[in-house]
Structure formats: C-alpha cells, structure tokens
C-alpha cells in the first residue's frame, strides 16, 4: 500500500502525518535511512511485554538445541609439547 503523507514543522523538529490508513497501535516507534536510496522506513517498537515473549522464545530454542556439534566442535585436550624438547616438570 502506497499514500502520501504531509510533512510539518514541530519546533525544531520534522513530523510526519500519518494517513488514518497507516495508523498505528504503538506510541514509539523505529526510524532507519537506507543510505544508498535515502529511502525512510519506520517499524513499530516492540512493547515490553512483546519482547519478553521474543526472549523466552529465543531461549526456549536455545534451550531446545540438544546437538552441541554445531555450536562447539570436539577439540584436543592434550598440552602441547614442551618446544625445548625437555622433559615437563611440575613444581608444587
């Protein structure tokens, strides 16, 4: 969907009026710039309760993840050898 929205000065700010299609349920919300077509997208913030849901969410499939292979690999727990070449000793 596409519509032209007026923009207007509020003090030393620039505000945007949002066509009653476009309206929103939030009182915050995201602004970014695509630095190469300058273009301006807005997103609504998420409210807290939103993104505790997104967490435990999150942490449930982390949770979840039984196979470790991916995210840990199985490694050497040998010591390297000593590069003098002479026997280890361990002092107490």
């Known amino acids: 969907m596409e519509a032209t929205a007026k923009v207007f000065t ?4 620039q505000a945007v009026r949002l066509p009653k299609a476009f309206r929103v349920e939030t009182s915050e919300m995201w602004i970014s710039r695509n630095e190469e077509t300058g273009d301006i997208v807005l997103r609504p913030k998420p409210s807290e309760a939103e993104r505790q849901a997104q967490l435990r969410e999150l942490l449930a499939l982390i ?3 039984t196979d470790r292979t991916e995210f840990l690999p199985e490694r050497s727990q040998e010591l390297p050898r000593n590069p003098l070449g002479e026997p ?3 002092r107490a």
């Open 10 to 13: 509020n003090g030393n700010s």
């Open 88 to 90: 280890e000793t361990h």
């Open 63 to 65: 949770a979840g993840n």
